[in-house]
DNA sequence: CGTGTTCTTGACCAGTTGGTCAAAAAACGA
DNA sequence: TCGTTTTTTGACCAACTGGTCAAGAACACG
């Protein structure tokens, strides 16, 4: 596997189903926890073959979370600074929450991570997060001094956003657990709590 | 090590440092990413020495996460239903916070096992944890009929507390690096924040 | 077809893992 | 003090880890 951008059929349909099967595995054993040989079951593959693909557990990892940090980052990228303020938040709060409905490996892959001090993402973090980050919080800072939305501190805005949303991925155990069976689905009520919520935090 | 109740000195300045470095290790690689080596290192023992004082690998993680149950609930415990509504569920919220700031560890200890699906840890969530949040949610919902506090969804609101104030530990890397740098401390801004956010929430 | 390329795998390797054990070293108690 | 108990450890083990390699199987294509 030297070449790099040509990929034949057999090529993208087993670089996919390893990455799928590794985002499985990471995302809940983490790192260090996961192991080749869980992965390359999961894939319908065998070790060697796994390390045809990718060079190492490592390059797969790294693969992942680069490939997730654009994916995870676009609804920030998203907040239209011309919008209305409220709505454009909480459009933000939704898109959200719908990721972490839909893509709860995803969600945790990237917990996974940061609860290990993001040893494999801090680059990528100061690199690619914390520039659209500060962007958008002063866009959020304009929307608080034109007094279009309560005065509230962008950043920890933000953080709440994060927390709120992706809690019910990461901890989606416990929410279901404690919300009475796993049968049912927390998110209708959730997007109700959530929207409720933050329009009585951001309306002035 | 078969004697349980009567500990020497010695056993108990040892145990505690077990406790104490596998806590650490434990929260930062989860438990299959901890090694025994780690943990005997950091506590400044021999490997076999770990396993003179406790049988398995298993066993300290079980004592750390059983021991940390109690403590982790007690703040909500102390929810009381004939306190005034909104001020009890702002201290609840400031004894998270705090909790946060002063056991981080703690808290990252249970967001991987929540996040690995909780394995070691779905007796005691639905043994302890489900009647707590059960009955707390009961006098919340008692407080919402009463007009006392706005219409929340009880269960709702204790998660959005419980990821609140827990993301300050858990994403504590990516809170300071948005922040600007790990110098400042994050948390009275925080403290002021979740404040007016459940201040706004809550009252009716 | 045939042949060159891509793909797959069984066997293997060195390092690490959780855990054992017998014997040595400390600590304790009379 | 000396014998007993508690504590500590070096040596060891089988299972597992990430990763290699050479040889075979499947495929592409003229």
């Given at each position: 596997?030297?070449?790099?951008?040509?990929?034949?059929?057999?090529?993208?349909?087993?670089?996919?189903?390893?990455?799928?099967?590794?985002?499985?595995?990471?995302?809940?054993?983490?790192?260090?926890?996961?192991?080749?040989?869980?992965?390359?079951?999961?894939?319908?593959?065998?070790?060697?073959?796994?390390?045809?693909?990718?060079?190492?557990?490592?390059?797969?990892?790294?693969?992942?979370?680069?490939?997730?940090?654009?994916?995870?980052?676009?609804?920030?990228?998203?907040?239209?600074?011309?919008?209305?303020?409220?709505?454009?938040?909480?459009?933000?709060?939704?898109?959200?929450?719908?990721?972490?409905?839909?893509?709860?490996?995803?969600?945790?892959?990237?917990?996974?991570?940061?609860?290990?001090?993001?040893?494999?993402?801090?680059?990528?973090?100061?690199?690619?997060?914390?520039?659209?980050?500060?962007?958008?919080?002063?866009?959020?800072?304009?929307?608080?001094?034109?007094?279009?939305?309560?005065?509230?501190?962008?950043?920890?805005?933000?953080?709440?956003?994060?927390?709120?949303?992706?809690?019910?991925?990461?901890?989606?155990?416990?929410?279901?657990?404690?919300?009475?069976?796993?049968?049912?689905?927390?998110?209708?009520?959730?997007?109700?709590?959530?929207?409720?919520?933050f329009t009585r935090l951001l309306?002035?």
């Open positions: 596997m030297t070449m790099r951008q040509p990929k034949t059929r057999i090529q993208k349909k087993n670089t996919d189903a390893i990455l799928d099967a590794a985002l499985d595995v990471f995302s809940r054993q983490g790192f260090r926890g996961a192991t080749l040989d869980q992965i390359a079951k999961a894939a319908g593959l065998s070790k060697p073959n796994l390390l045809y693909y990718f060079p190492s557990k490592e390059a797969i990892h790294v693969t992942l979370l680069s490939q997730l940090m654009d994916l995870w980052l676009d609804p920030l990228r998203h907040l239209d600074p011309d919008g209305d303020p409220v709505k454009e938040l909480l459009t933000y709060v939704q898109r959200k929450l719908e990721m972490s409905r839909d893509m709860p490996r995803e969600s945790r892959l990237f917990a996974n991570e940061i609860l290990q001090g993001a040893p494999r993402l801090s680059g990528t973090l100061g690199e690619a997060l914390k520039p659209l980050v500060d962007e958008k919080a002063e866009i959020i800072a304009a929307w608080v001094a034109a007094g279009k939305i309560a005065d509230v501190h962008p950043q920890h805005l933000i953080f709440s956003i994060w927390s709120l949303t992706q809690h019910y991925a990461d901890f989606d155990v416990q929410v279901r657990m404690l919300l009475g069976g796993p049968e049912a689905d927390p998110f209708p009520e959730a997007e109700r709590y959530l929207k409720a919520l309306t002035p």
